[in-house]
């Protein structure tokens, strides 16, 4: 079975902090993306990433960067918090082999809940 | 632009009887479309998939839906639903022009006793 982990279920911070949202695969898939999730928008992507390296932005980017250095592992950072970043993150991930990333099916990780005062 | 549409933010049913949940495109080409469930506290799972041939599909846990290309539709269906199905439902529609898949907002399904 794919299993993708973020490293927090929960998160508070403080207006103005960096914050770091990890997220790891383990099944050597090419393509990671983060998702926030809010009430009545459903799910907005911010940042893909499809090889090491490599992100592309997604929907919303505005206030948010990656970074993926290892295959299995990409990281969202908020680089200064504001309370409108207070959402459900999601990570996740997709095999990626045919280098289309509209029909892979794709294995989401528990998500973060982040609440910024 | 490329849209997804449920229009049911929330669907309360009784455990025993049949479901439907809504989905429309807006999308020129044929679309790559997805149902995802969202059990509480956990992230999204597959639940079914249609690229292309038979217009009804089959998923998991019983679910099927059927698409519908004269009415941009990709309506989710079980004939009797049971307690463990109450989640949060995504609809999506893969874009071959972005790559990317684009979400609807969600329907919530409460099943009663």
């Not at chain 1, 893909?48 to 950072?77: C, N, T």
């Not at chain 2, 790559?32 to 217009?55: A, E, I, R």
Request: with cysteine; proline share 3%.
């Amino acid at each position: 079975d794919v299993k993708v982990t973020q490293s927090s279920r929960y998160l508070v911070k403080r207006t103005g902090e960096k914050v770091f949202l990890e997220c790891v695969q383990d099944m050597d898939h090419e393509n990671m993306f983060w998702y926030r999730q809010d009430p009545g928008l459903g799910l907005r992507l911010i940042y893909f990433s499809y090889d090491v390296k490599m992100k592309e932005k997604g929907d919303i980017p505005e206030g948010y960067s990656v970074s993926r250095e290892k295959k299995e592992r990409f990281s969202l950072i908020l680089e200064s918090a504001s309370t409108n970043q207070t959402s459900m993150y999601l990570c996740a991930s997709s095999l990626g082999l045919a280098g289309v990333i509209s029909t892979d099916t794709q294995y989401f990780g528990p998500g973060t809940r982040l609440t910024v005062l | 632009a490329q849209s997804v549409t449920q229009p049911d933010i929330h669907i309360t049913v009784s455990e025993g009887a049949s479901l439907e949940l809504r989905c429309n495109y807006s999308y020129g080409a044929t679309p790559y479309l997805f149902w995802y469930v969202q059990s509480p506290g956990q992230g999204l799972q597959l639940l079914l998939k249609y690229f292309s041939g038979d217009t009804l599909v089959q998923g998991i846990k019983g679910f099927e839906a059927e698409f519908k290309r004269s009415q941009s539709s990709f309506n989710l269906r079980k004939p009797s639903v049971h307690w463990s199905d109450a989640a949060e439902y995504f609809c999506a529609v893969g874009s071959s022009n972005t790559g990317k898949l684009i979400f609807g907002q969600g329907t919530t399904l409460q099943v009663k006793p």
